[in-house]
Nanobody, 125 residues
Framework: VQLQASGGGLVQPGGLLRLSCQASGLNLNGHAIGWFRQAPGKEREGFSCMSASSDGRTWYANPVKGRFIISRDIAKNTVYLQVNSLKPEDTAVYYC??????????????????WGQGTQVTVSS
């Protein structure tokens, strides 16, 4: 199983990016996908996820709600994270992760099983 995160970069405040999480060795059907980020000197935090269910229910933490949008392309086995209206405090390494099962995707008491390598997002003028 491999998750490949990509799409990070350096953007100015107010800018946007589209992050991708390409999954291989697992099928997105039946796996929740979570997006996490770790800012310098801070712990990794989960901020968005999509459930394994066919309706692809999504969840967003308050700091990103209304600015970030998670989506998936089952045929490409890829999950996307559109990040808009970026702020300097969004600067972090962004990770995607997968977890088998139909649990609430934002229930982080259940660990995510597979992790990508991370992609750096830097928001600076």
């Amino acid at each position: 199983v491999q998750l490949q995160a990509s799409g990070g970069g350096l953007v100015q405040p107010g800018g946007l990016l589209r992050l991708s999480c390409q999954a291989s060795g697992l099928n997105l059907n039946g796996h929740a996908i979570g997006w996490f980020r770790q800012a310098p000197g801070k712990e990794r935090e989960g901020f968005s996820c999509m459930s394994a269910s066919s309706d692809g229910r999504t969840w967003y933490a308050n700091p990103v709600k209304g600015r970030f949008i998670i989506s998936r392309d089952i045929a490409k086995n890829t999950v996307y994270l559109q990040v808009n209206s970026l702020k300097p405090e969004d600067t972090a390494v962004y990770y995607c992760a997968a977890r088998y099962g139909y649990y609430t995707c934002s229930d982080y008491s259940r660990p995510y099983d597979y992790w990508g390598q991370g992609t750096q997002v830097t928001v600076s003028s």
